[in-house]
């Protein structure tokens, strides 16, 4: 057996070996998962505009005027007219005085974090919430910034770390809804920590732009936050249903990236089918911002059925509604019961979430029905009892979290 094999059957032994499923047409609210019919509880689409007639109108034609790929990266001759429309109409919606293109989510938080720690020095500070999303905690360690990881949304906690390192130039990045737990960070207490220690603050809103907030404009908005964070990075691969992502900001800071961060200037700019399909998209949601509430309630919604069922559901507040069962086996037996029942929900497990957390990632849509997420709980609390998993004996998100230490200072 060869290394690999041997590492694949490590995996294979701790239930945490993955595999890619095949869905066969459009993200919609209902799929054709592996050749069976099911109904979708576990995409980003959260609106419901990867498969709406003029989002997909848009990608078309866009790919008839300006064509499939922009052919170089964004400083050589890949910045095209789609892209400056799309940047200019983000900018207004969030409220800043610039935005950037990048190619994805991940490009945009390693591109953004590494280049706000290479503009302090070697000196600089890098403080990060302990569940922040994989892409911010690749940009701390290609920042080659020394990082302190602060206690999941624990405004004392980091309070008191950046007194660890008062005087240094700093930077703080969050989640502004972390994506495995459906909670919301204490945005407008960690933004007056960062003006306090004259730190730089970067919030990532890939899951509150379109989600949360006035208009969907996200938990930056919603905390009445406009124009006091540096830099607010989102995705137009979730709510917005396209691909690629950006960066919102003033014009000094686009300007500073443009020049710096390495993902945006070495990767080709992403495709204009995709940019046109996002710009679509937004101006759906400009018009029709319906859509977030019903978004909202449905999420409330499912959160009923569940905690009728007996799942423990507190500590969400947004779209994503988190089963947590602990063991990785486990959620995946669960995962395999609901798709024979018709309802997929993917099974999440370590790596992605901490030991002992593995779960079920609910994703809600707006383009759900009632009636669909009513009897998706019905089928996933027959899914836990046949998995041989009582729903009353999972914990909530917060009692599931890392467990606090106010005194310690974790560097990655």
Known sequence: MSDLEQRLADLDDQGLRRRMRLVSGPQGPRVVLDGKGVLL???????????????????????????????ASRLVSGTMTIHRRLEARLAEFKGTESTVLFG????ANIGVVSALAAAGGPDTVVFS???????????????????????????????????????????????????MDGDVAPLGEIAELAQRFGARLVVDEAHGTGCSGPGGRGSV?????????????GTLGKALGAYGAFAACSRTMTDFLTNTSRPL???TAPPPPAVAAALAALELLIEEPGRVDRLQANADALRDGLAREGFEVAGSTTQIVPLIVG????????????????VFAQAIRPPT??????????????SHSKAELREAARVLGRAALQAGFRPGAGVPVAAAQPARSPRAVRVA
Request: aromatic residues 6%; proline residues 2%; contains cysteine.
């Open 129 to 179: 919430d302990a569940l922040n999303h994989a892409s911010i905690v690749d940009g701390c360690r290609l920042a080659r910034a020394q990082t302190v990881v602060y206690d999941h949304c624990d405004v004392e906690h980091l309070r008191w770390c950046l007194e660890q390192h008062a005087g240094r130039p700093a930077v703080i990045v969050t989640d502004s809804v972390f994506s």
């Open 353 to 366: 979430v901490p030991d002992g957390t593995s779960r079920l990632r609910l994703a809600v849509m707006a």
């Open 265 to 267: 200037i070495f990767s």
């Open 41 to 71: 509880l576990c995409s980003n689409n959260y609106l419901g505009l990867a498969d709406h007639q003029r989002v997909r109108e848009a990608a078309a034609d866009a790919a008839m005027r300006w064509g499939a790929g922009a052919g």
């Open 104 to 107: 994805s989510g991940y490009l």
């Open 327 to 342: 063991d990785a086996a486990l959620a995946m037996r669960i995962c395999e019961q609901a798709i024979m029942g018709g």
């Open 221 to 233: 908005a919603d905390a009445g936050l406009d124009g006091v964070v540096d830099v607010v990075v």
